[in-house]
């Protein structure tokens, strides 16, 4: 195999979560009475962490607000929704394959640790991964610490490894630990921005993964 390791991004690449975060953080910023950003603009910052996240939405806002509207979006989160997110089709046959080739596999989320843990229980996939980093851990995307740490816990160089994910943020993080990267186009953000960070390729469906990886 070409690549000993590969780090999935979770939101917009495994979990088709969207709508779910959508509606969670229009739900919090309801709650405080604050204007309601653009679909499109929260949109945007998914894959961020919450501080980066909200400081994009929000420029200039006031102290500790950050950490009102985290308290009010996991109020929403963690609670039954209009909007339940699923795995992308395919996504748990996909892991197993991959696990059955030999890969070890890793998570690098803007998500926080409580919700990155209540993803992997809910959607049974929680012993799939053989280790995982948080925005609440460490440094938010598109800062490389997430992938450093993962590295240096493998002992794996950064071109034996392989990040995958939906968004710019992903990428970029990517890139700035000297990790190639594989973009996806059925998350969040569009094509032409993932290839501005000029990964190895960009594939539709998580179900092209195997054979992209096969094909090298």
Not at 57 to 65: Q, S, T, V
Not at 167 to 181: I, R
């Amino acid at each position: 195999m070409k690549y000993e390791l590969l780090v999935f991004d979770w939101d917009g690449t495994l979990m088709d979560s969207e709508a779910h975060i959508i509606e969670c953080v229009e739900a919090a910023v309801r709650d405080l009475n604050l204007p309601a950003p653009s679909q499109d603009a929260i949109r945007d910052i998914i894959g961020l962490g919450l501080l980066e996240a909200v400081n994009t939405l929000f420029p200039g806002g006031r102290e500790g607000l950050h950490l009102e509207i985290a308290a009010r979006y996991r109020v929403h989160f963690f609670k039954n929704n209009g909007s339940p997110s699923q795995l992308f089709e395919g996504t748990r046959e996909v892991l197993d394959e991959l696990l059955q080739q030999g890969y070890l596999l890793a998570v690098a989320t803007g998500k926080g640790r409580k919700g990155l843990d209540y993803a992997l229980e809910s959607t049974g996939l929680a012993d799939v991964f053989h280790l995982t980093r948080c925005a609440d851990e460490t440094f938010s995307k598109p800062h490389p610490e997430m992938l450093n740490q993962i590295l240096a816990q493998t002992g794996i160089e950064p071109r034996q490894a392989l990040m995958i994910g939906d968004t710019e943020y992903d990428l970029e993080m990517a890139v700035n630990a000297g990790m190639p990267a594989l973009g996806v186009t059925y998350g969040t953000h569009s094509l032409e921005r993932l290839l501005k960070h000029k990964p190895l390729a960009c594939v539709d469906r998580i179900t092209e993964i195997p054979r992209w990886l096969n094909s090298g």
